[in-house]
């Protein structure tokens, strides 16, 4: 596929007033959202994968940076599941609503069940779920007895970064509010298609999390794909293929 220049960054006053930036291509439906993972953005290999192909086709595709991440305005450490969410709800009805494809990567995986719930509760159709390395309710499964304790003093843990110099920061805000959208559970109140994508050796999101989230769907359309060599990222080029395939499928 050729090179596709991505469109402008527009900015969107979110919720809370704060400089949403976002990248959004017109085109058929359904809208193809993609949601980064912890600290990441909408200029990712993933992210702009999933748009150039959408533009490639036709696909109407939205990118986006979370408040305090990226190109967005605000503070990371007041970011949590429930602003960020309300974030990509706003930005998903300033470009026309749905129906909508939600790609999620690692904790946007995570904000992409909370998403489809808050959208159909609106009566917004969810057309599909796409899930790579999905990873709800990591703060139950993911944290040490001791990460858990420091949060829930009020202060900040920072944990060492296999993916850059700078020791990644987990805040005491997010934690708090997280724990009211933990979703394993019990059953999630979903039944559009659902595609789990994960890799075996993911060193971060156990591919056994990706099982759990199938068990607990209450929609039949669900399958799991699993890369034996697959990271955490699967940013490769093999992995990014497989992605878009899984995209192309369900938005079509």
């Given at each position: 596929m050729k090179d596709?220049?991505?469109?402008p960054v527009?900015?969107?006053t979110?919720p809370?007033?704060t ?8 085109g ?5 959202v993609f949601l980064p993972?912890?600290m990441?953005?909408?200029a990712?290999?993933?992210a702009?994968?999933?748009m150039s192909?959408a533009?490639?086709r036709?696909?109407?595709c939205?990118l ?6 990226g ?6 450490a007041d970011?949590t ?7 990509v709800?706003?930005l998903?009805?300033?470009v ?15 904000l992409?069940?909370l998403?489809a719930k808050a959208l159909i509760?609106?009566?917004?159709p969810?057309h599909?779920l796409v ?8 703060i139950d499964w ?7 304790a420091?949060?829930e003093r009020g202060?900040i843990w920072?944990?060492d970064?296999?993916?850059?110099p700078?020791?990644t920061p987990y ?7 997280a724990?009211?959208h933990l979703?394993?559970?019990e059953?999630i109140e ?10 075996q050796?993911?060193?971060?999101v156990?591919?056994?999390t990706?099982?759990m989230v ?6 039949d359309?669900?399958h ?6 697959g990271?955490h990222?699967?940013s490769?080029e ?5 992605l878009?395939?899984?995209?192309r499928?369900?938005?079509?």
């Amino acid at each position: 596929m050729k090179d596709i220049d991505l469109p402008p960054v527009q900015r969107l006053t979110g919720p809370d007033a704060t400089q949403i930036a976002h990248r959004y291509a017109a085109g058929r439906g359904p809208l193809i959202v993609f949601l980064p993972g912890y600290m990441s953005d909408m200029a990712g290999g993933k992210a702009t994968a999933v748009m150039s192909d959408a533009m490639a086709r036709g696909r109407a595709c939205l990118l986006l940076d979370y408040s305090g991440c990226g190109l967005s305005d605000g503070d990371f450490a007041d970011g949590t599941l429930s602003r960020w969410r309300d974030e990509v709800l706003a930005l998903i009805e300033h470009v026309g609503g749905g129906p909508v494809v939600l790609a999620g990567s690692s904790m946007g995986g995570w904000l992409m069940l909370l998403i489809a719930k808050a959208l159909i509760a609106k009566g917004t159709p969810v057309h599909a779920l796409v899930g790579i390395a999905a990873a709800p309710d990591f703060i139950d499964w993911g944290y040490s007895k001791e990460q858990t304790a420091t949060l829930e003093r009020g202060e900040i843990w920072y944990e060492d970064n296999i993916y850059g110099p700078e020791p990644t920061p987990y805040h005491p805000a997010f934690h708090a509010d997280a724990k009211g959208h933990l979703l394993l559970s019990e059953p999630i109140e979903l039944t559009c298609p659902v595609r789990l994508l994960h890799g075996q050796n993911d060193p971060d999101v156990p591919w056994q999390t990706s099982l759990m989230v199938a068990e607990k769907l209450t929609g039949d359309d669900v399958h799991i794909h699993l890369v034996k060599d697959g990271d955490h990222r699967l940013s490769r080029e093999s992995d990014i293929a497989l992605l878009l395939s899984i995209v192309r499928e369900v938005a079509a």
